[in-house]
């Protein structure tokens, strides 16, 4: 069943993009949130890709959820439907890329020019000057079904900086902002990322106050004026009635805290449109598990707070008699990690954990695993990645391995022990809602 006949609607609308990681698109498109939200805009901001830790920044920024968009991993309608949902009720639609404009299959160039956004190019121009206007209109014309605001010079060290760069850029490629070098607005970072928004809210709210004052501070100040509007088309999304009742009368816990916390919206609103009733519990602190007939152990950084799951006996008692029952549990990620028997933590101390799941698991530093990946699970193929620095040792045999976007060699191990399903992938529900409510079906 179609979606009826919409018009299509037209919103302000700017992709912050970059030639390469760590150029500083989180910290701007944190601060343009910030901005025109003061202004009394409406902000709605998405992150390209996969993330968990850079929505939870762009949120408190802006004030309203931010959704992962990733054309391969949730498909094509179902980001046109997304972008189409926020130009109902926006005033401006920020998007962050991810890794340089061109990376990845698909890449940021390719969501964007799929809806037609236009490209603003973040560069951190420390140590060159014409040079980064030549990058930036490399990067311009490098495809022809792209069009580019401009560039956004990052850490300019002067106004002369920013005169030799400007003077450089093409008539069509002007200078958007050039941002000085200020620490104070340095978003706060550990070894997968960005730290989490709710350990530093109130460091996060000066930085963002902050980096206003140091948007404000440009001599171009062509960012801080709303960009073109871009028209955006109703997806036609086809509604599987049978999906909506099938979790009907479930109740599924979610663990959700410090050391849990890499949880999409979207899976959430998957979950309840099938009819499950959500409640959350925190392994950190709760000594009773809820009433429920199915369990989630997201990802996060259990790795962290080892110490203190370690001592929770009360609760590792309550999920280890819920394992027993054979009742549904999903673990992914650094649920995988907490099902295990012990985990050695990046000090090199080694805790008990579950023991859900044999095997034993451990940190790597900077060593580990990222990147799109298929799970194959015995009620179907479910889109997801992966992203660690841990290993786990001595577990059991895996039920499948996921299958790699672009490589012939098998992804992450799937392992099934009575109504455990774990893994390092993290999935996307609404990419199989039928393979996922399987698994938190389990009697």
Known sequence: MSNQVKESISCPALFLSA?????????????????????????HVFKTGPDYLDPQILAQASGIAVEQLDIWMAGDAYCQHKFYEAAQVANLILVEGAMGMFDGEPSSADLAARFNIPLAIVMDVKGMAQTAAALASGMANFRDDIKVAGLIANRCGSERHAQLIRDALPENLPLLASLKRDENIVLPERHLGLVQANEVQEELEQRFEAAVDWLMQSNDNRLLELPESVTFFPAELETNEEHLG??????????????????????????????????????????????ADALWLPGGYPELHTQALAENQAIKKEIQNFFALGKGIL???????????????????TYPMLGILAGDGAMRGKRGCQGMQTAILPSGEVRAHAHHRSRSENTPEPISFGRRQRHPAPGEAVYQVQGLVASYLHLFFPSNPVAVAAIFNRA
């Open 19 to 43: 030639p390469a990681s760590n150029q500083g698109k989180t910290t701007i498109t944190a601060a343009l949130a910030r901005y025109f939200s003061k202004q009394g805009k409406r902000v």
């Open 331 to 349: 673990a992914e990620c650094g649920g995988l990690l907490y099902s295990l028997e012990t985990l050695t933590d990046l000090n090199n101390h």
């Open 246 to 291: 099938l979790l009907k009368g479930k109740t599924i816990a979610v663990a959700s805290d410090a050391a849990f916390s890499f949880i999409y919206d979207a899976n959430l609103k998957c979950l309840t449109e099938m009819g499950a009733e959500i409640c959350f519990f925190s392994p950190l602190k709760d000594k009773v598990l809820p009433e």
